[in-house]
């Protein structure tokens, strides 16, 4: 005789057999396998990169501290999402795996957070990823980067010496610098017209990012925000002599904030994300429009 209780039981596990599967399961075979490399199988890249997807989209993140409120991996988390729109919005492109390290010395016992790479290392890697999409069927290898270790010199001086090797052949590589410097230095002036403080590392532009994108996951400590004032922003002008009758300066904070990130918000956050994606899009795509024959 069957109980009601085994009966309940019986009819759960039938309706659970034959409900849908989550929202997230359903996606995965959305968007982002048709643009990450990572998230696709081999027959999908292949039969990508014969319908027009031949741009290699190489990009790279960091992982250092980035101040008490943002987690270390934030360059990496950042450009995730960052690459994968711009591969979205190039139509063309596949983005490759982001890469966590870049050239930083700042590994510290006292802000333990930052793990980076030597310029030396970070050439020959580039140089590697880059051959290796070429083997796998790319006719263009895009490098750019979402940290400012070896910007611009690792990442120019490695597309030109891999372009030159490879243009003959119809394949090149290029350094996309607009998504880093133009923006970067567009962000700055934008938050002047605001009456917002510039800054550096883990102030407001990668605190207001960071927000944007994962501040409902973790990626930003909230509660900690409105205490992120650090160091001041590039201290005083270089070479100029320190001025006798100026007040002691201040004992260093050194929490990894240069600059202040109390005024950060999601909005600012969305602004830049935007600039770095519309900057690096319109880049990209100057350089694989067809060369205008000349006379």
């Not at 039981?9 to 309706?15: K, P, S, V």
């Not at 532009?205 to 992120?228: C, F, I, N, Q």
Request: proline letters at 8%; a neutral charge; charged letters at 20%.
């Amino acid at each position: 005789m069957t109980t009601p209780r085994l009966l309940v039981a019986t009819t759960l596990i039938g309706l659970l057999a034959i409900a849908p599967p989550p929202a997230r399961a359903q996606q995965a075979a959305g968007p982002t396998s048709e643009v990450e490399f990572e998230m696709m199988t081999w027959p999908e890249v292949k039969a990508a990169i014969e319908a027009g997807k031949t741009t290699a989209l190489i990009y790279t993140g960091g992982t250092e501290q980035r101040g008490p409120q943002n987690v270390n991996g934030g360059h990496n988390l950042m450009a995730k999402e960052t690459v994968r729109a711009i591969a979205v919005r190039l139509g063309n492109a596949i983005a490759l795996p982001v890469l966590p390290y870049t050239p930083n010395n700042g590994a510290s016992a006292q802000l333990p957070g930052t793990i980076g790479l030597t310029n030396e290392l970070l050439a020959a890697i580039l140089e590697r990823l880059s051959e290796q999409a070429i083997t796998t069927g790319f006719k263009n290898v895009i490098l750019m980067g979402d940290h400012g270790g070896g910007q611009p010199d690792v990442y120019a001086s490695t597309a030109a010496k891999l372009d030159a090797k490879y243009a003959a052949q119809g394949i090149h590589v290029f350094y996309c610098s607009d998504v880093y410097s133009k923006r970067q230095a567009d962000f700055d002036a934008y938050l002047k017209t605001q009456n917002l403080p510039t800054g550096g590392h883990a102030s407001i532009p990668d605190t207001s990012e960071m927000l944007y994108l994962g501040g409902d996951k973790g990626w930003v400590r909230r509660d900690l925000v409105k205490s992120a004032l650090g160091d001041p922003a590039g201290g005083g002008r270089r070479g100029q002599p320190a001025d006798p009758n100026a007040p002691p300066a201040p004992p260093r904070l050194n929490n990894g904030i240069s600059g202040d990130a109390r005024p950060s918000t999601a909005e600012l956050g969305r602004r830049e994300f935007e600039m770095k994606i519309d900057y690096a899009v319109k880049q990209i795509q100057g350089f694989l429009a067809p060369a205008k024959p000349q006379g």
